[in-house]
């Protein structure tokens, strides 16, 4: 389950902080991983209380005015999973310091901060940069995937793939999930 944490700050919109994420882990069993995407201008602040209710992978945006070195540090010695995601105008030239020190990179494929929005397919090569460069890393794309643009994602070498509205919004969810796992 991916988790779109939004502080009405880095992103014009407020989602929801780590109380509601400590609800819902209570209510799913414990091989359900909660995948939180921090889209906010103080990541470090909220590390111990996503930590403690229970993520299992906390990611942050490249462009947040904070030290990344520690924000990984930091991420790291509390358990989760590190990962960073970039938004679409930042290149991925960014990320490619720190790749060997987490575990996922998030290509945004929308501007971060509300559902619905259109894929933006041009975001696909720096999917590809990255597959090629670094086989085994976790690819994350986020914003717009259904099943119309899923091959194209997948050839690009991107391997967690996020979808809201495309499986929220179908008359039957399992049929686009059971689509984008092919
Ligand atoms: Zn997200």
């Known amino acids: ?3 779109d944490v939004m502080d009405g700050h880095f992103v014009p919109n407020l989602t929801f902080g780590a109380p509601i994420i400590k609800c819902l882990k209570k209510n799913v069993t414990d091989d359900v991983i909660l995948d939180v995407h921090l889209m906010v201008s103080k990541p470090s602040q909220w590390i111990d209380d996503i930590a403690d209710a229970g993520g299992s992978a906390f990611t942050f945006h490249i462009e947040v005015e904070e030290n990344i070195e520690e924000l990984i540090q930091s991420v790291r010695s509390k358990g989760m999973r590190v990962g960073i995601a970039l938004k679409p ?5 960014s990320v490619l310091p720190y790749v060997d020190k987490i575990d996922i990179v998030l290509i945004m494929t ?3 901060g509300f559902g619905g929005q259109s894929f933006m397919a041009d975001m696909l090569p ?5 597959r090629n460069q670094y086989p085994h890393l ?4 986020d914003g717009g995937i259904g099943p119309t643009n899923i091959d194209a994602i997948a050839e690009a070498g991107a391997n967690l793939i996020v979808a809201g509205t495309s499986v929220f919004k179908a008359p039957d969810a399992a049929v686009p999930i059971a689509l984008l796992r092919k």
């Not at 105008?89 to 030239?93: H, I, K, M, Y």
């Open 1 to 3: 389950i991916h988790l």
């Open 89 to 93: 105008g930042t290149p991925v030239t």
């Open 110 to 112: 929308v501007e971060p």
């Open 126 to 130: 720096k999917v590809a940069h990255l």
């Open 138 to 141: 976790d690819i994350m794309v």
